[in-house]
């Protein structure tokens, strides 16, 4: 039988594969690769912070003040944008800084607005404006009906300044203590309630018997 002489078929057309550069390639294309997940990372971090820090904001409540609104641990977004394209309103829960020490941040309730007066007696709360000169009496309808608002006094708000209250009248320190807090004191309304689950969703303003002021 006639032996055959077979030749060894060169790969890639003849070319012979050169394994340093093949290695080399690769690992400019690692590289490269590491590059884009790196910048990816980055920006998505610049933007998740630019987000919580100038938009968003998580908010764990403390203490009782707001209950039966909100409940001590639960886990709120603070919304921050908002309050830079229009004023807070009346009956918005806000997050606000303490105005006797601003490293504190404390959540009520918006009950009179800037150049209001507010006339707390016999347990209820009455608002005083260009509207209503002679008076009218807020109907809080996110409170207990059997819950009064503690206290005798009168206080004027200055152009820049909001009554707060807390839901939980009895139990709550707040203007009436402190006193009005002025605008830039306020960091943002409660717009989320991530937790607990049970209580989750978007919180939203009570319809007042007193309508927004033009």
Request: glycine share 8%.
């Amino acid at each position: 039988m006639e032996e055959q002489n077979i030749q060894p078929k060169e790969e890639n057309n003849g070319k012979k594969f050169d394994v340093k550069k093949g290695a080399k390639r690769f690992l400019i294309s690692s590289g490269l690769f590491l590059l884009e997940m790196v910048k990816i990372a980055v920006l998505a971090g610049v933007t998740i912070g630019l987000i919580r820090y100038f938009l968003f904001k998580p908010f764990y409540v403390k203490g009782a003040s707001m209950e039966p609104t909100f409940y001590e641990k639960e886990y709120l977004i603070i919304d921050e944008l908002s309050y830079r394209l229009r004023e807070p309103a009346r009956g918005e829960v806000v997050v606000f800084r303490y105005p006797e020490n601003p490293k504190e941040y404390f959540l009520k309730r918006i009950i009179g607005l800037p150049d209001e007066t507010i006339k707390i007696s016999g347990g209820r709360v009455t608002i005083f404006n260009a509207e209503h000169p002679e008076g009218i009496v807020l109907d809080e309808i996110y409170l207990p009906d059997d819950l009064a608002t503690e206290g005798e006094r009168v206080i004027k708000n200055s152009d820049t300044e909001y009554f707060l209250m807390g839901d939980n009248r009895p139990n709550s320190y707040d203007s009436r203590r402190f006193g009005s807090v002025d605008r830039s004191l306020i960091v943002g309304r409660a717009w989320l309630r991530g937790w607990p689950v049970s209580r989750a969703g978007v919180i939203t303003a009570p319809s007042l018997n007193i309508p927004p002021t033009e």
